[in-house]
Nanobody
């Protein structure tokens, strides 16, 4: 069974940086897609960034130039480096995975496996 475990959330002032990590286990093959989503109370879970199984990267417009997604295949780990953080980046951050996402990367329903989430709070 595929499992994902996030870590690295916390509280930071606006303009600061955080690095989120996600360990992925349970796949019997090395090629799979991974992504980061975030959610705030009362809002839909939104896609932040993704790496496709072939290595191609995608970002939400709101984080382009500030966030960087990366993957370490040897360690089965996914990372999200978040720089120049803004209060609107506050939320619960989730990593997600699927071998072949069933739709557009930024849609929650495209991904079959999810972590439990890690909280990011950015104060002004």
């Amino acid at each position: 069974q595929v499992q994902l475990v996030e870590s690295g959330g916390g509280s930071v002032e606006a303009g600061g940086s955080l690095r989120l990590s996600c360990v992925v286990s349970g796949y019997s093959y090395s090629a799979y897609s991974v992504s980061w989503f975030r959610q705030t109370p009362g809002k839909e879970r939104e896609g932040v960034a993704a790496i496709d199984w072939d290595g191609s990267e995608s970002y939400a417009d709101s984080v382009k130039g500030r966030f960087t997604i990366s993957k370490d295949n040897a360690k089965n780990s996914l990372f999200l480096q978040m720089n120049s953080l803004k209060p609107e980046d506050t939320g619960m951050y989730y990593c997600a995975s699927d071998r072949f996402p069933g739709g557009s990367w930024h849609l929650r329903e495209s991904w079959g496996y999810w972590g439990q989430g890690t909280q990011v709070t950015v104060s002004s």
